[in-house]
């Protein structure tokens, strides 16, 4: 590997400028109660679309203004943090575990195990995913658990097919061989020799995958079927937004710009880190 | 051997369909609540849920449900819509134009502006320029359609509400088609005021799905422009005095094309899985918008017609581009 990539694809502010930001909206998320100045379901129709602080008419204490209800939008985007990091977590985990364990059987082992897990993936990619997200949740009912199902349900192909492709290439390697002459077993050869060097790929997909999950979080609780509609979430102040978009621009404003950043840094995020651990290009 | 390559697709293509319709027909199965009972008014005796039961075939076994379903399905017999109460395969193609529509226009629009930013990035490589676009079509790729749509409507419908935002075509409008492919039959009605009414209603969703296509044609296509510039006959081209953009033009461009053409074809069927979501933003009256409402009516019958009609598309648009990269390819036309 060339070493104008290793400088051109170094890790450094881009890791730190993601990092950073999905450190903060993580901490503000878990001290919800403490960091959020208002209560998020708190309604006051005296305060109804207060405008964020910087324009006339603001009130002290709602720094990015209130919705058509009265209530506080940061507190709501802070709790709806709560809600976004536990999906990207829960349900970015649970596709990774079932779709690169499938991905790194069907690329090692090939043959029949491969046949059968691709054509189950060719019939996954034959479903539009955000229906088939709308129908799962529709059918296994609204709530956390619910929304964190269905997203790995749907996203596992996503692991299965990069770590597939990857354990296959690596299967052909020379080291492979050796592992096996050298009296290793299948089984261990693919966990101790071809997992160590997919990983960097699995980490990178799995932090995408966690932005991909705040997105169809987002997406569920826009069309109102994500979990209980008291609890705030991105998507349904989005909902709230879009509804009141010329009355009240900041309320589809702020959560947009939320949105917009922490999916491009989960994303920025993945990519930094697969350079740092990439054993090639490290 | 080509003849070969299209049987072997035509049959996975037929696998890939009939699991499609197993795993269809297994999630609606499991969804809680006897369909049955919703279908009866309070106070029925059992004796008349057990004559509906068999009148549906529900006292059969799962596995007999499901080929009564699947030959029914194979007729075209899709069932009756719960909420609309109409034949479904009629309501969902009376949608798809409207979706097909958006889809390809969409598509057009993300050949364009990619294949643009690729011959421009290409011609300019290793300037300022190319590292422009190569931040452009990064961004452009990061965020989903979902947020794009979301900064369209900020930016074109409440800041410089130059475009509509919400729906497919003026309501006040008279409209003259019999079809509903309502932009394809207004050109050729010569009725240019109505195509441009439907344009401005389609112009923002579309472009919410096309930026990141664009961005992945901007991206894969340069890469192999500046590939096939490097090969002598396209160094041959630029000796006998060809400009750089016509050397990309006219020698490189078709050279170049053939891994795009087939990367584009599987992101057109995410681009039409986007439409689900962008036609519920702009409230336009496509397919998936339909399939939105059906899920939160608990439609089932008219969910199940839309996502199989949707996987047939899927996988059509498949076989098709495989179909056209065999035909293209030198190395297996000729193999």
């Given at each position: 590997?060339?070493e104008?990539?290793?400088?051109r694809r170094?890790a450094?502010?881009?890791?730190w400028?993601a990092?950073?930001w999905?450190l903060?909206?993580l901490l503000?998320a878990i001290f919800?109660?403490?960091?959020?100045?208002?209560?998020?379901?708190?309604?006051?129709?005296?305060?109804?679309?207060?405008?964020?602080?910087w324009?006339?008419g603001a009130e002290?204490?709602?720094?990015l203004?209130t919705?058509?209800?009265?209530?506080d939008?940061?507190?709501?985007?802070?709790?709806?943090?709560?809600?976004?990091?536990?999906?990207a977590?829960a349900?970015?985990?649970?596709?990774c575990?079932v779709g690169?364990t499938?991905g790194?059987?069907?690329?090692y082992?090939?043959?029949?195990?491969?046949r059968?897990?691709s054509r189950?993936?060719?019939?996954?990619m034959?479903?539009?995913?955000?229906?088939f997200a709308i129908l799962?949740?529709a059918?296994?009912?609204t709530?956390?658990?619910?929304?964190i199902l269905a997203?790995?349900?749907?996203d596992?192909?996503?692991?299965?097919?990069?770590?597939r492709?990857?354990a296959?290439?690596?299967s052909?390697?020379?080291?492979?061989e050796n592992?096996?002459?050298?009296?290793y077993?299948r089984i261990?050869?693919?966990l101790?020799?071809?997992l160590?060097?997919?990983l960097?790929?699995?980490?990178?997909?799995?932090?995408?995958e966690?932005?991909?999950a705040?997105i169809v979080?987002?997406?569920?609780?826009?069309?109102?079927?994500?979990i209980?509609?008291?609890d705030?979430?991105w998507g349904g102040?989005?909902a709230?937004?879009r509804?009141?978009i010329?009355?009240?621009?900041?309320?589809?404003v702020?959560?947009?710009?939320?949105?917009i950043?922490?999916?491009l840094?989960?994303?920025?995020?993945?990519?930094?880190?697969?350079?740092?651990f990439?054993?090639?290009?490290? | 051997?080509l003849?070969q390559?299209?049987?072997i697709?035509?049959?996975?293509m037929l696998?890939?369909?009939?699991?499609v319709?197993v795993v269809?027909f297994?999630v609606?199965?499991?969804a809680?609540?006897?369909?049955?009972a919703m279908?009866?008014?309070?106070?029925?005796t059992?004796d008349?849920?057990?004559?509906l039961r068999?009148?549906?075939?529900?006292?059969?076994?799962?596995v007999?449900q499901f080929f009564?379903?699947?030959?029914?399905?194979?007729?075209?017999?899709?069932?009756?819509s719960?909420?609309?109460?109409?034949d479904?395969?009629?309501?969902?193609?009376?949608?798809?134009?409207?979706?097909?529509?958006?889809?390809?226009?969409?598509l057009i629009?993300?050949?364009l502006?990619?294949?643009?930013?690729?011959?421009?990035?290409a011609?300019?490589?290793?300037?300022a320029?190319?590292?422009g676009?190569?931040?452009a079509?990064g961004?452009?790729?990061?965020i989903p359609d979902?947020?794009?749509?979301?900064v369209?409507?900020?930016?074109?419908g409440?800041?410089v509400p130059?475009?509509?935002?919400s729906?497919?075509?003026?309501?006040?409008l008279d409209?003259?088609?019999v079809?509903q492919?309502?932009?394809f039959?207004s050109v050729?009605?010569?009725?240019?005021d109505?195509?441009?009414?439907l344009?401005?209603?389609?112009?923002?969703?579309?472009?919410?799905?096309a930026?990141?296509?664009?961005?992945?044609?901007?991206?894969?296509?340069k890469q192999?422009?500046?590939e096939?510039l490097?090969?002598?006959?396209?160094v041959?081209?630029?000796?006998?005095?060809?400009?750089e953009?016509?050397?990309?033009l006219r020698?490189?461009?078709?050279?170049a094309a053939?891994?795009?053409?087939?990367?584009?074809?599987?992101?057109?069927?995410?681009l039409?899985?986007g439409?689900v979501?962008?036609e519920?933003?702009f409230?336009?009256e496509?397919?998936?918008?339909?399939?939105?409402d059906a899920v939160?009516?608990?439609?089932?019958p008219?969910?199940q017609?839309i996502v199989l009609v949707?996987?047939?598309?899927?996988?059509l648009?498949?076989?098709?581009?495989?179909m056209?990269?065999a035909?293209?390819?030198p190395?297996?036309?000729?193999?």
């Open positions: 590997m060339d104008a990539r290793i400088v170094g450094g502010p881009r890791l400028l990092g950073g999905l903060l909206v503000a919800a109660p403490l960091v959020a100045p208002q209560d998020p379901l708190a309604q006051d129709l005296m305060l109804e679309r207060l405008p964020p602080f324009l006339d002290p204490g709602y720094w203004g919705d058509s209800l009265g209530r939008l940061l507190s709501r985007l802070i709790f709806g943090g709560r809600i976004a990091f536990i999906v977590f349900a970015a985990i649970a596709a575990l690169s499938l790194l059987i069907a690329g082992f090939g043959g029949w195990a491969d059968i897990i189950i993936v060719d019939i996954w034959a479903f539009p995913p955000v229906l799962l949740v059918v296994l009912g709530g956390l658990s619910s929304v997203i790995a349900i749907i596992w192909t996503r692991f299965c097919r990069v770590i492709a990857e296959m290439g690596q052909r390697m020379d080291y492979v592992a096996r002459i050298a009296g077993g261990g050869i693919m101790r020799e071809v160590p060097n997919v960097p790929s699995i980490v990178a997909l799995l932090s995408l966690m932005g991909i705040v979080e987002a997406i569920l609780s826009f069309v109102n079927l994500s209980s509609t008291d705030p979430t102040i989005i709230e937004g509804l009141s010329h009355q009240a621009w900041w309320v589809l702020f959560p947009l710009i939320t949105l950043l922490t999916v840094s989960f994303s920025q995020f993945g990519e930094a880190l697969k350079t740092r990439d054993p090639v290009l490290r | 051997m003849l390559r299209f049987l697709r035509l049959l996975t696998i890939t369909l009939f699991g319709a269809v297994v609606i199965r499991v809680p609540g006897d369909p049955i279908m009866l008014p309070p106070g029925a059992d008349d849920i057990a004559r068999a009148l549906y075939g529900l006292d059969k076994t799962i007999q009564i379903w699947l030959s029914g399905v194979v007729r075209g017999d899709f069932g009756t719960i909420s609309l109460r109409q479904v395969l009629g309501l969902v193609f009376n949608r798809l134009p409207a979706t097909l529509e958006l889809a390809i226009v969409a629009m993300a050949v502006l990619g294949g643009t930013m690729a011959i421009l990035g011609r300019e490589r290793g300037t320029v190319e590292a676009i190569d931040i079509s961004a452009a790729l990061s979902f947020l794009w749509g979301l369209l409507i900020l930016l074109f409440v800041l130059i475009f509509d935002i729906g497919r075509v003026s309501p006040q409209l003259p088609f079809t492919f309502y932009l039959e050729l009605r010569l009725r240019f109505l195509t441009w009414d344009l401005k209603h389609m112009l923002m969703p579309a472009v919410a799905l930026l990141p296509l664009a961005a992945i044609i901007a991206q894969l296509l192999s422009l500046k096939v490097d090969l002598d006959y396209v041959q081209a630029r000796v006998k005095g060809f400009s953009t016509q050397v990309i020698e490189a461009l078709k050279n053939l891994p795009t053409l087939t990367l584009v074809g599987v992101q057109f069927t995410f039409i899985g439409t979501i962008v519920r933003l409230s336009y496509g397919l998936g918008n339909m399939a939105i939160i009516n608990r439609d089932l008219l969910i017609g949707f996987a047939l598309l899927f996988v648009i498949n076989l098709a581009v495989d056209m990269y035909l293209l390819n190395r297996l036309r000729h193999g």
